[in-house]
């Protein structure tokens, strides 16, 4: 029992604290590409494809402060973008410190119980998969080392063979394929999104596990669509991370508790 805490501990530590780092150099990339865009000279068509993603970045408290009162002063923004009395909350929620991230460490820690259960290889999968989940939130994008990293450790985990990491690769390149014909006919499915969950699914294709992650990931999306107004996501523009971490902790939990 000890060692199973002490694996789930030690990963939920090391998924919290590179994805707050990660989370930093996001931040960073951002920063001084808004710098390059308000700087005299800068290239005019650039700077109008970047003015016309600053309204959706700012509804995921991507764009500095900074960086919105000088385009509401220029008058390159619409200052109701921000109202004043929201002000002060996105200035806290932007770039947040590590202790302003303290409130994943439990969800951190769960994902980390629900793998350690199995494997130190599972713990590993679970907390990747949430440390997707939570830049995804954050950013809506999937980062590739993560994803990298999600992908060995679900090898690893479920399929430790050439056979496997063969099935998995294949489900990586189904759902992925899938993804592109989502967006052909109009939809919203992101590569990130599609490589994560065949990931997990051509990773548990041939294990027990599959059983639960399939009837999971379909409770997860129902349970996040019911919950989208109220942490204030659209469902049109959902991002499909958080459902299948939430799927696979669950299905990993599962396994656990029979």
């Known amino acids: ?12 530590a090391a998924g919290w604290l590179l994805q707050h780092c990660y989370q930093h150099m996001r931040y960073s990339f951002y920063e001084r590409e808004d710098a390059a865009m308000l700087a005299p000279g800068a290239d005019p068509e650039q700077r109008r494809i970047w003015l016309s993603s600053i309204a959706p970045q700012i509804s995921i408290q991507a764009v500095a402060p900074s960086t919105i009162a000088a385009l509401t002063a220029s008058g390159d923004i619409d200052a109701g973008l921000l109202p004043g009395r929201a002000a002060g909350a996105y200035a806290r929620r932007y770039n947040p410190t590590l202790a302003g991230e303290a409130y994943w460490l439990p969800a951190y820690l769960a994902a980390g119980l629900a793998g350690a259960a199995m494997s130190p290889a599972a713990a590993l999968a679970a907390v990747s ?30 399929c430790p ?97 029979s």
């Open 1 to 12: 029992m000890l060692g199973t805490f002490s694996i789930a501990a030690g990963s939920a």
């Open 129 to 158: 998969s949430l440390a997707i989940a939570a830049s995804d939130i954050r950013f809506r994008i999937v980062p590739i080392p993560h994803l990298s990293v999600l992908a060995a450790s679900c090898i690893l985990a479920f």
């Open 161 to 257: 063979t050439p056979s496997g990491a063969a099935i998995t690769a294949a489900g990586m390149a189904l759902t992925w394929s899938v993804g592109a014909v989502v967006r052909r006919i109009g939809g919203e499915w992101g590569d990130g999104d599609s490589l994560m969950l065949g990931c997990v699914l051509g990773a548990t294709a041939a294990t027990p596990t599959v059983l639960t992650v399939v009837p999971a990931l379909a409770a997860a999306a129902l349970l996040f669509i019911a919950c989208s107004r109220r942490i204030g996501v659209e469902t049109s523009a959902m991002p499909l991370a958080p459902v299948i971490s939430l799927a696979l902790i669950a299905s990993l939990a599962t396994g656990a508790l």
